[in-house]
């Protein structure tokens, strides 16, 4: 009996510890891991015309192509949108991205980037150590938080496999999204086409038609 006990009991921690191994491994690869890569470009954006016309939770919407835009990015974090609004639903899930000497320093400046609320923020030790990516001005210039909006299902499959650390490549439209329902209800979202603008109206509204993971 002592023995079949024993055995049990062996059993059970290398249950335990498989799952802790588990555990561990997806929460590394749901979450990703924080690096630096350099000699990423800023991103290009050309004049676009054109737009989509979609039906989506009871409105009709017009996607209406503000630039073509063109961004290699490092992630620097990423966050869902599970909800049942109609902003949700176009776009679950915003992408922050860096580039420059803020992707090529994100390794040893400790920056704590985060996202709520379709914005993202980010903090550091102190203005001392942002100087080689050009201070508090350079941050705003070479990172961005990206509102993904997936043209079609391949894409947001590719969308929902970026992780933290991924160095990547979105092809798609900076746009203008109106949005009006039956009911007199309407939706309004407008990309940012600059990257130096910060708070409300800052971020970019991307329609994306390709995903490229690039290293």
């Given at each position: 009996m002592k023995d079949a006990y024993s055995q049990r009991k062996g059993l059970q921690r290398?249950?335990?510890?498989a799952l802790v191994l588990f555990i561990v491994l997806f929460f590394y690869a749901h979450q990703g891991r924080r690096r630096a890569v350099p000699n990423?470009?800023?991103?290009?954006?050309t004049e676009a015309s054109g737009?989509?016309?979609?039906?989506?939770d009871g409105y009709q919407i017009t996607i209406q192509y503000l630039y073509q835009y063109d961004i290699c990015g490092l992630v620097v974090s990423t966050h869902n949108y599970p909800g049942s609004g109609i902003g949700d639903?176009?776009?679950p899930r915003d992408i922050a991205l860096a580039w420059g000497s803020v992707a090529a320093y994100n390794d040893s400046i400790d920056f704590h980037w985060r996202q709520s609320g379709?914005?993202?923020?980010?903090?550091?030790?102190?203005?001392?150590?942002?100087?080689?990516?050009?201070?508090?001005?350079?941050?705003?210039?070479q990172s961005s938080?990206?509102?993904?909006?997936?043209?079609?299902?391949?894409?947001?499959?590719?969308?929902?496999?970026?992780?933290?650390?991924?160095?990547?490549?979105?092809?798609?439209?900076?746009?203008?999204?109106?949005?009006?329902?039956s009911d007199g209800s309407t939706f309004l979202w407008q990309?940012?086409?600059?990257?130096?603008?910060?708070?409300?109206?800052s971020c970019?509204?991307?329609?994306?038609?390709?995903?490229?993971w690039l290293d």
């Open positions: 290398m249950f335990l510890l990423i470009p800023d991103p290009v954006q737009q989509e016309q979609i039906e989506l639903k176009l776009a379709r914005w993202y923020s980010w903090q550091a030790a102190s203005y001392a150590v942002l100087e080689p990516v050009g201070g508090v001005e350079g941050v705003t210039l938080n990206n509102h993904v909006i997936p043209a079609d299902k391949t894409v947001k499959k590719a969308v929902k496999q970026i992780r933290t650390g991924d160095y990547i490549r979105l092809t798609g439209y900076l746009v203008r999204i109106d949005g009006t329902r990309s940012s086409t600059v990257r130096s603008d910060t708070g409300a109206g970019e509204v991307v329609y994306v038609t390709g995903v490229e």
